[in-house]
């Protein structure tokens, strides 16, 4: 048996093939997509491709190269597909047929930014294998289980039948720590685990007995914490004006709070963490200072959806790898009471999790 997972992003498209056992067997992604698009295999020099120019075009690369190596697409059992948002409708793994692609392309205005790159690479692959099952998995799906008044926005209530209220996201990696945390510390998953997941997006969630509880991410992969070029939560007073005021266009805004704040906006010097850490600049320093900052406000704020909190876990690129992040944050939440020997750091993998849930439907 072999298993094929798709991770598509806007500048890069990952992928990973397992077997029965799970065992990873290749890992690999285009990357650089829309700049400098190169191959990357994990264990292989990394070839430029100028051809590609969206992730779909990376697909084909990818797939050829798989060919190449004795990995035919069509004779996979099983494709998984990293989905980012399913709606309230889809809330578990699913095999996509064209009536459930369709449905899913009408989810488009729901994630603007994210949804389209991995709806192409899902239509894609299925024209390029059609007789292999296709899986989409949700980046939603993990979060259903929170009540309905951790869902809701402040809105009148109309507006919450015709699907603005809080998802969430990040729920594919969150679904992997729970699995995993045991795992890794040899005891029972806490039941009371305060999750980051830190890294160019960024997110935290209240996780209790192993379910979604609250999050901060909410509508949009725009909420919540301080990101790489993505604002977070900001005052929307601050958005009507910066239209009113400074003309902004709805595209202009939207480019603003998407790809030009965050860290890179706080710095102006880069969104890439391991930079700004690297910088002795007044700039960069107060950038990461807000971000610690901020992510334990946010972090605080899960605390009564839990009700205390016996762990914290950090996962992510920089939740992983950013030990003085790490250290600035937990130093602003000193008074959860939570030891040392209760915050773990649990390597990310959202694409074992996709694996695991392709196995399970085929």
């Known amino acids: 048996m072999k298993i094929l997972v798709l991770n598509a992003g806007s500048s890069s498209l990952k992928f990973a093939v ?34 590609v120019t969206t992730p779909s075009e990376g697909l084909l690369e990818a797939a050829e190269w798989l060919s190449d190596n004795g990995y035919e697409p069509a004779l996979f059992n099983g494709i998984g597909h990293r989905i980012v948002h399913g709606g309230t409708r889809y809330v578990t793994p699913i095999a996509v047929n064209d009536d459930i ?19 192409g690479v899902l239509r894609e692959m299925r024209r390029v294998a ?7 998995c949700f980046d939603t799906a993990f979060h259903a289980t929170q009540p309905e008044l951790a869902t809701r926005l402040p809105l009148p209530r109309e507006y919450f039948n015709k699907g603005y209220r809080r998802y969430g996201f990040h729920g594919l990696n969150y679904e992997h720590v729970v699995r995993d945390m045991p795992r890794l510390t040899g005891k029972p998953l806490p039941r009371r685990l305060l999750a980051a997941h830190l890294g160019s997006g960024a997110s935290m969630c209240a996780i209790f007995d192993g379910k979604s509880v609250a999050t901060t991410m909410g509508f949009s992969t725009a909420d919540g914490l301080v ?25 202009q805004l939207e480019d603003l709070l998407y790809r030009k704040s965050g860290l890179l906006g706080l710095s102006g010097i880069s969104p890439d963490m ?24 946010h972090a605080a704020s899960l605390v009564p959806a839990l009700g205390g909190a016996d762990a914290i876990i950090f996962t992510g690129g920089v939740g992983e790898n950013a030990g003085p992040v790490r250290a600035r944050i937990l130093s602003h939440l000193k008074w959860l009471g939570v030891q040392q020997e209760n915050v773990h750091v649990v390597p990310a993998n959202e694409e074992l999790t996709i694996a695991r849930h392709v196995r399970e439907l085929v």
């Open 18 to 51: 397992f077997n029965r056992e799970l065992d990873l067997l290749i890992r690999g992604q285009v990357a650089g997509i829309g700049s400098t698009p190169r191959l990357e295999v994990e264990g292989q020099r990394s070839r430029e491709v100028p051809h």
């Open 101 to 119: 692609q369709h449905e899913l392309e009408d989810l488009r205005a729901l994630a603007p930014l994210h949804l389209p790159f991995g709806l």
């Open 130 to 136: 059609p007789e292999v099952p296709n899986i989409a």
């Open 227 to 251: 990101m790489g070029t993505r604002t977070g939560s900001i005052d929307p007073g601050v958005l009507v004006a910066l239209m009113r005021d400074e003309h902004l266009s709805l595209d």
């Open 274 to 297: 391991r930079v700004l850490l690297a910088s002795d600049r007044t700039e960069a320093i107060e950038a990461v200072d807000y971000y610690c900052y901020s992510a334990a406000r």
